[in-house]
């Protein structure tokens, strides 16, 4: 097989799966190691995927975000079973802050009977919060769409006035190099301010969102605890030695 079909294949199985192990490679291109090692390193040079231990993942850039409604019927299950291991971290008298997100506002239902404030810049956090007599404080300023998040300077200042006991964000991409990215630099601003305003950050994220790198930086993954599904990804303990990673029970 000449060097343009093996990468070709390559590619390919990082469109199925996260993570490929350089033994699979070499057994199902029927090759040596040290040739999917030099391929791996050539298409790592041309930004299509990151070399890891023991094999690649997928390199992902993303700078679209999608809708709120388009965000809401994706991984709802997963989405569920980690929204219930962040409420059940909640203690009573807290003082939280929900990021808006559709994985955030899954946590409503979960501390309707918690006695705690809650301050969010999630428009669409709202209407439940009230509704199950939570005391909810809402950043002010400019109401981004997409995202039916508040933003902005205004946002910001406000936002700094607080102080959390516990901090809950969602992020677009997580990655061992890249740390936790979002696609929107305002976002990015908001979720960065609340870490610092936080004695505890938690960042709930499902599969999905492994590997992957959006447009703006957040954080580095040591500055929050990953909440998610994930059981046992090939490079799983690579996050674990970056960061607390918790499982939810399915």
Request: hydrophobic share 40%; aromatic share 6%.
């Amino acid at each position: 097989m000449i060097t343009s079909e093996r990468h070709h294949n390559i590619l390919q199985q990082l469109k199925k799966q996260q993570f490929i192990k350089v033994q699979d490679l070499v057994e199902q291109l029927q090759t040596s190691e040290s040739t999917i090692r030099r391929d791996l390193a050539t298409l790592e040079k041309e930004h299509l995927l990151k070399r890891e231990h023991g094999g690649a993942t997928r390199l992902e850039v993303i700078q679209e975000e999608s809708s709120m409604l388009e965000k809401a019927v994706q991984h709802i299950h997963e989405k569920q079973q980690i929204a219930s291991l962040a409420a059940n971290l909640i203690q009573d008298k807290e003082c939280i802050y929900l990021d808006a997100g559709s994985t955030i506002r899954q946590m409503i239902p979960f501390i309707k009977a918690k006695q705690i404030t809650v301050v969010t810049n999630g428009l669409n956090h709202v209407p439940p919060l009230l509704e199950n007599g939570i005391d909810t404080y809402v950043l002010g300023g400019k109401a981004k769409a997409a995202t039916e998040a508040m933003v902005g300077n205004t946002a910001l200042a406000q936002q700094q006035t607080y102080q959390f006991d516990k901090v809950f964000l969602w992020m677009n991409g997580i990655h061992t190099e890249f740390g936790f990215t979002t696609a929107d630099p305002e976002e990015a601003a908001l979720k960065r301010s609340a870490i610092q305003q936080g004695l505890e950050t938690f960042v709930l994220a499902d599969d999905s969102k492994f590997g992957v790198i959006t447009f703006s930086k957040v954080e580095d993954l040591q500055k929050a605890t990953i909440l998610t599904n994930v059981k046992s990804e090939p490079y799983a303990a690579q996050y674990k030695t970056l960061t607390t990673v918790k499982v939810a029970k399915t």
